[in-house]
């Protein structure tokens, strides 16, 4: 009786083997420099075998974004519970977490390598964006059409997070979580903005406001701009 045989897997099985080794690599590395070789010797097959179950890298690659998409979009999913700076920090920590441990993937997904520029891979990238942009509507208890100057200041937000995210993968230069809180801070000064402007704004800055407790981050802030001010 043989021991240490290889077990067969199935066919999704093996998909799905393939797609988690590919996501490993793409998140140490950019998918430029990943060849179907190495995720083949990762996987414990051989290289025919790997395109058995998909074409190319491409292919590969979307599959491994689609599961890592799904993975981003429901790390905005928060309990609307509590004040909404508490909430909007916490989505943004899981944010970074995603960004932390997906670091090259990440990059040079939002900077349009050679390898990931396809309209299928927009088209998830957008999706993941749109999944934010809903969850914190809902977190404002805006569920219809917004104002809008409320969708300005919410995709405005979400392509800032994705800028600082970018920025701070070069090099690390700044503490993570001091960006996590500055990020919330960026939210209430948007808003802020837009509520000198409009009214319809106002009101509801006044409702994130309200819930805030003294410790929050959206006070923190207040805090420091009446400091600025009178240094």
Do not use: C
Not at 95 to 105: C, E, K, L, N, Q
């Amino acid at each position: 009786m043989r021991t240490g045989a290889r077990r067969r897997m199935g066919v999704e099985e093996r998909r799905q083997q393939l797609i988690g080794v590919a996501l490993d690599l793409f998140s140490r590395r950019s998918p430029d420099e990943v060849s179907i070789d190495e995720i083949a010797s990762a996987a414990g097959i051989s290289r025919p075998l790997v395109y058995h179950y998909f074409p190319g890298k491409l292919s590969l690659y979307e599959a491994a974004l689609t599961r890592a998409a799904d993975d981003l979009a429901n790390r905005f999913a928060e309990p609307r519970e509590g004040p909404f700076g508490a909430r909007l920090l916490r989505i943004t920590h899981r944010f970074f977490d995603f960004v932390d441990a997906h670091g090259p993937g990440f990059s040079a997904l939002m900077r349009g390598s050679p390898a990931v520029g396809s309209s299928r891979t927009n088209a998830l990238i957008d999706g993941v964006r749109q999944a934010a942009y809903v969850q914190i509507l809902s977190h404002l208890d805006v569920d219809d059409a917004p104002p809008a100057r409320l969708e300005l200041v919410v995709r405005s937000w979400i392509s800032l997070a994705e800028s600082t995210a970018l920025v701070w993968l070069d090099g690390r230069r700044i503490p993570r979580r001091e960006l996590e809180i500055q990020l919330v801070h960026d939210f209430a000064a948007l808003a802020a903005v837009s509520a000198a402007q409009d009214e319809e704004m106002a009101d509801l800055l006044r409702g994130m406001l309200a819930e805030e407790p003294a410790n929050g981050p959206f006070s923190d802030l207040a805090g420091l701009l009446v400091t600025l001010g009178r240094g």
